[in-house]
Nanobody, 120 residues
Framework: VQLVESGGGLVQPGGSLRLSCAASGSIFSINTMCWHRQAPGKQRELVAAITSGGTTNYADSVKGRFTISRDNAKKTVYLQMNSLKPEDTAVYYC???????????????WGQGTQVTVSS
């Protein structure tokens, strides 16, 4: 199973970016998909999560600015980031809870991360 993120980059404060994370491999089903981030010198934190049914949850720091969504057919999760602030600068990682076979246990998989830098 591979998770591949894309869409990071450099953006000015107040700008927008859209991150994507596509899962590939021999996957039976995907449960919750999440975005985490880790800024230099800080612990990794959960930014947003979305269940297979579409229920979402956000960190207080991004509520009203970020939107998580997913396309189950494409096995892809997105993070639309608006009104970006310098404190949003971090490496963003996607994470998915995956079942490889019908009766197998759920396992966590992570992407390699994509850098988001918010600076003027």
């Amino acid at each position: 199973v591979q998770l591949v993120e894309s869409g990071g980059g450099l953006v000015q404060p107040g700008g927008s970016l859209r991150l994507s994370c596509a899962a590939s491999g021999s996957i039976f089903s995907i449960n919750t998909m999440c975005w985490h981030r880790q800024a230099p010198g800080k612990q990794r934190e959960l930014v947003a999560a979305i269940t297979s049914g579409g229920t979402t949850n956000y960190a207080d720091s991004v509520k009203g600015r970020f939107t998580i969504s997913r396309d189950n057919a494409k096995k892809t999760v997105y993070l639309q980031m608006n009104s970006l602030k310098p404190e949003d600068t971090a490496v963003y990682y996607c994470n998915a809870e995956v079942r490889l076979k019908i009766f197998s246990a759920w396992s966590d998989y992570w992407g390699q991360g994509t850098q988001v830098t918010v600076s003027s």
